[in-house]
């Protein structure tokens, strides 16, 4: 990896990009307010969990077809792809979510990168935020496995910041929490690069499906979704 693309990774991954992601905690918030998640390691066995079976990985694998497809020239293969993630979730919660941040992302290359907006017009709208960061980082031209590390990780560490603030964790607990779940992303990381399209693109996400659900009528809450 050159230094560029490095740095087109980090600013990719990094908590700063404005998507909105940090208002967002995926279920959790109401897994916090019932007592399921109450600790590190609870919120380390969800995140373990998620990787292993969970709707991660098939957002992680259109992530991984986006790049495929840009770099391939194939943007037919673009709006096909968009429409199955959408069709892929679970409640209309991580749709929102889903829509809102791609669309952030993707109005925030096209603003970055012009050349980006006949891709983005082939897309369409709304953009799954899987496929923008497909995108991303295939117009920057940034290492495929590096990439889909670079997601994952970014992800886990938005639900550890949730967990920080939630139940609560301290910055040191969170710190180490990512720490230990380095092996966990770089295992899903491979073996979401090896998932077929026919056969073994599903996912088990019934947990997060009934929390994403409940999170909708928690009384009082702090994030979005």
């Known amino acids: 990896m050159t230094n560029d693309h490095l740095l087109h990774l980090l600013q990719l991954a990094s908590p700063t990009l404005p998507v909105g992601a940090y208002s967002y905690s995926e279920g959790l918030e109401i897994l916090v307010e019932k007592g399921i998640i109450d600790n590190s390691q609870r919120l380390k066995a969800w995140i373990d969990q998620e990787l292993r079976y ?9 992530m991984v077809r986006a790049y495929q497809s840009l770099q391939a020239d194939d943007l037919e293969a673009l709006p096909y792809w968009n429409a199955w993630a959408s069709a892929a979730k679970e409640t209309s919660e991580l749709r929102s979510q889903s829509w809102q941040m791609g669309n952030s992302l993707i109005r925030l ?4 990168e012009p050349e980006l907006q006949s891709v983005a017009g082939v897309v ?3 953009c799954n935020y899987a496929i923008a960061f497909g995108i991303a980082a ?4 940034i290492n495929l496995m590096d990439a889909l590390l670079g997601y994952l990780h970014s992800w886990a560490s938005n639900l550890i910041n949730t967990g920080v603030k939630l139940i609560p964790l301290g910055q040191t607990a969170g710190q180490q ?3 230990e779940l380095a092996p966990q992303l770089s295992g ?3 073996d979401i690069l090896a998932l077929e399209d026919d056969e073994q693109l599903h996912s088990c ?4 499906a009934l929390s994403s659900m409940a999170h909708e009528t ?3 809450r702090l994030f979005r979704s």
């Open 109 to 112: 290359l096209v603003e970055l």
């Open 177 to 179: 929490l990512l720490l």
């Open 205 to 208: 996400t019934w947990g997060l």
């Open 124 to 126: 369409g709208t709304p």
């Open 138 to 141: 295939a117009y920057w031209q």
């Open 188 to 190: 899903a990381s491979q």
């Open 54 to 62: 969970g709707a991660i990985r098939l957002e992680a694998a259109m």
């Open 218 to 220: 928690q009384y009082t």
